[in-house]
């Protein structure tokens, strides 16, 4: 079996997206010590689970993680962003008007996740937009526990349809900043938990 075929266990999963959220924020914000150990455990924990590859883009963007420079991280992902980390951005263009806002594509596929959200009982924390990648991240990660079928559908949905088509795009814009790496990690991830999921549907 190729290893790109390996199905991941779903607490490896969680960690995994968890720890995607996580290696947005500056570095400066991070316990170095802490943050190395819990990168080091997950990629050993996905290399004994038989998906080295997806344990390799962490470790890629681990080598690069600490010579991020604060303004590196402030031009790229906050002020005046080359790579704004908001998944609509790269789907649907912004409001031309301030009467657009309420009805423009952008606004209603933001509605539509914060509804997906709701439906798991979680709401954004801090005045975040709902398409925020590291929130979308956290979801990926909380929404695991949920079992129920219908849950698990919607889960699909939501990868399917409001991450996947545009995760592409905010790989290309990052080129090759170290995130680069844990965009391709979540890629793969999802890929896995589509493996799982078509799995269980065959049985």
Excluded at 59 to 80: G, P, R, S, V
Aim: glycine share 4%.
């Amino acid at each position: 079996m190729p290893v790109t075929s390996k199905q991941l266990p779903e607490e490896i999963l969680a960690d995994s997206y968890l720890l995607a959220s996580v290696l947005f924020i500056s570095p400066s914000q991070m316990d170095e010590e802490s943050t190395n150990t819990r990168i080091i455990n997950l990629c050993e924990s996905l290399k004994e689970a038989g998906r080295s590859d997806i344990a390799e883009h962490f470790e890629m963007f681990h080598k690069k993680l600490w010579a991020i420079q604060e303004e590196d991280h402030l031009f790229t992902l906050e002020m005046t962003p080359t790579a704004p980390p908001y998944l609509g951005y790269y789907g649907f263009d912004a409001p031309k008007s301030c009467g657009e806002i309420g009805t423009s594509e952008r606004n209603m596929y933001m509605i539509e996740i914060a509804g997906v959200y709701k439906h798991y009982g979680i709401k954004m924390e801090h005045g975040e937009m709902p398409d925020y990648f590291p929130a979308v991240c956290e979801f990926l990660a909380i929404s695991l526990a949920e079992t129920d079928p219908k849950s698990r559908n919607l889960r699909r949905g939501f990868i399917n349809s409001m991450v996947k088509p545009h995760l592409p795009k905010f790989s290309h814009k990052l080129n090759k900043k170290p995130w680069s790496h844990i965009t391709a990690a979540v890629a793969v991830l999802m890929e896995s938990e589509n493996i799982v999921k078509s799995n269980e549907g065959d049985e």
